[in-house]
């Protein structure tokens, strides 16, 4: 029998990225751009967590199906932690990655080397039944260097430099992005026990 998981997500590189990582088998993944799911949801929380909780209580409620959700962001220690939850909509609800890029260049113009500290953050939830969970988390620090570099990713990816491995997230090929990111660290943590549950009800 194949299962049916929603990814809570219309954004296309992400579902990529998720799939990519989870590669589940016996498991139809479906997602909110082709479902056309025509509802915003309203992520009001206040920490990645609730965020994607949030998100997978909304579209669990509409389709009664098991939904992977996930909210992570970027934290840069010379903005207290912003853009963090406001990741997506930095420089606006309906800004693009490019315009967030700069609006975050923009604020840290002045902030020197030293001090261009930042981390992503994932918080991923395998959402499965009314008030039933798991939720796992990824984290990867690194650097803001000062304009973008590489051509791969997505968000933030050309700004956010890796000094292990001497490149920015968008210099990483997809294989090595999706081995170290915090995206992968959060998703392979939720694959193991959504493969337990496949095994278990499908």
């Not at 990814?7 to 990529?16: E, P, Q």
């Not at 963090?84 to 260049?105: I, K, M, P, Q, Y």
């Not at 981390?119 to 499965?128: D, I, L, T």
């Amino acid at each position: 029998m194949l299962g049916k998981i929603i990814i809570a997500s219309k954004n296309k590189g992400k579902i990529s990225e998720i799939k990519k990582i989870l590669s589940l088998r016996n498991v139809e993944l479906l997602d909110l751009h082709g479902l056309n799911y025509p509802d915003a949801i309203d992520e009001s929380g206040s920490t990645f967590r609730e965020n994607a909780l949030i998100k997978a209580e909304a579209v669990f409620s509409k389709y009664y199906i098991p939904v992977i959700a996930d909210d992570s962001g970027l934290c840069v220690a010379a903005l207290k932690g912003e853009p963090g939850v406001h990741s997506a909509r930095f420089a606006g609800h309906t800004a693009s990655d490019e315009e967030n890029n700069r609006e975050l260049l923009r604020l840290l113009q002045d902030v020197p080397d030293s001090s261009r500290d930042a981390y992503f953050m994932c918080s991923a939830v395998f959402y499965y039944d009314r008030g039933k969970y798991y939720l796992a988390e990824g984290k990867i620090s690194g650097l803001i260097v000062h304009s973008p570099v590489g051509t791969h990713g997505f968000g933030y990816d050309p700004l956010f430099f890796l000094p292990k491995y001497g490149k920015t997230m968008a210099q990483l090929t997809v294989r090595e992005k999706n081995g170290i990111s915090h995206r992968s660290v959060a998703f392979r943590k939720l694959k193991e026990y959504i493969d337990e549950y496949v095994k278990s009800f499908w």
